[in-house]
Nanobody, 114 residues
Framework: QVQLVESGGGLVQPGGSLRLSCAAS????????MGWYRQAPGKQREVVAR???????NYADSVKGRFTISRDNAKNTVYLQMSGLKPEDTAVYYC????????WGQGTQVTVSS
């Protein structure tokens, strides 16, 4: 059974930084493409960052240059380092494989506001 547990969200001022973590079990992140998704109120969930099994990364244009996805295979954990945060980054953030499996975690809320 796949379990994905996201953490690290919070309230941050514009321009600030946060580091999100996703502890995975039941899925080996080293051999599965993984991604960070986000869903803002009233909007569809979108993928913002991906990391392939080979370690290649890809970002949505809206976060390129500000977000960095990484992983620790030994801990089976995926990270999202976010900097230069903007109010439009406010959303619930989730991790999942790419494409996603039908097993979402609870997500972690990121709120960017002054």
């Amino acid at each position: 059974q796949v379990q994905l547990v996201e953490s690290g969200g919070g309230l941050v001022q514009p321009g600030g930084s946060l580091r999100l973590s996703c502890a995975a079990s039941g899925i080996k992140i080293s051999i599965n493409p993984m991604g960070w998704y986000r869903q803002a109120p009233g909007k569809q969930r979108e993928v913002v960052a991906r990391i392939s099994s080979g370690g290649n990364t890809n970002y949505a244009d809206s976060v390129k240059g500000r977000f960095t996805i990484s992983r620790d295979n030994a801990k089976n954990t995926v990270y999202l380092q976010m900097s230069g945060l903007k109010p439009e980054d406010t959303a619930v953030y989730y991790c999942n494989s790419v494409p996603p499996i039908n097993s979402w975690g609870q997500g972690t809320q990121v709120t960017v506001s002054s």
